[in-house]
């Protein structure tokens, strides 16, 4: 079987950066579970259904209309790789990832991604849920400054307004939900190593994930 490295942890904790460099390093494919959350929250919010309509929503999932071309995010053939990144749809897609349902609606999806000759899946329940037989688990953190200070950075470099005190608010609120569901709550797997990165580059980062993937 291919090997699986799951990087999991809460919101602007590195793992999207670290979990793309090492999936380029090694030559392995990359999953960013969290887009499809966003992307099904996203679409949710186009047709006008309520985030807690668990039946629509779920059904939606099932069926999600997606494509990723070369770094660029479709939905129903709309490019919306700006759009989903949005922070309002970062909070909306944790309000629907507490849906069990929906959480159901896409394990196929994760499951069906594209592994050889590897895989490298960035996400909340990558390790506990998703790829539970993961050759390497990986849970990153950060302190809340570092990881707002991170965020606030990378929307000001797209060019999207943002605002310190929010982003901490944001973000407290979403580690908050996410650790408090029922279903797949955000936590490391007993076998996942878990890496603080407040004082660490991505660098430095993806170097000690590509040595403990290489022992
Ligand atoms: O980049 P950031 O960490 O802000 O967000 P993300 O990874 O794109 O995920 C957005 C939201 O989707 C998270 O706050 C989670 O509530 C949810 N999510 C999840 O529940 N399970 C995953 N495997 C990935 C994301």
């Known amino acids: 079987p291919s090997p699986v490295i799951t990087i999991d942890g809460p919101t602007a904790s590195g793992k999207g950066t670290v979990a793309h460099r090492v999936a380029k390093h090694l030559g392995f494919h990359y999953l960013d579970s969290g887009a499809l959350y966003r992307l099904t929250a996203l679409m ?15 059904s939606m999932a099932r069926t999600l209309p997606c494509r990723f071309v070369h770094g660029h995010v479709f939905l129903e053939d709309a490019d919306v790789t700006d759009a989903v990144r949005a922070e309002e749809v970062g909070v909306a897609a944790s309000r629907i990832a507490v849906l069990p349902a929906v959480r159901q609606a896409l394990v196929d999806l994760q499951v069906a991604f594209r592994y050889t000759p590897g895989l490298v899946a960035d996400g909340r329940d990558m390790g506990t849920v998703i790829f539970p037989d993961a050759s390497l688990k ?6 809340a400054e570092a990881r707002a200070s991170r965020r606030y950075k990378q929307l000001i470099e797209k060019g999207i307004s943002a605002n310190m005190e929010n982003l901490v608010k944001d973000l407290m609120e979403r580690d908050a939900r996410d650790s408090a569901r029922s279903t797949a709550p955000l936590k490391p797997a007993p076998d996942a190593i878990i890496l603080d990165t407040s004082e660490l580059t991505a660098e430095e980062a993806v170097n000690k994930v590509l040595v403990w993937y290489a022992q």
């Open 138 to 143: 990986v849970f990153l953190t950060a302190s």
């Open 44 to 58: 949710a919010t186009l047709h006008g259904i309520a985030l807690e309509d668990e039946t629509a929503i779920a």
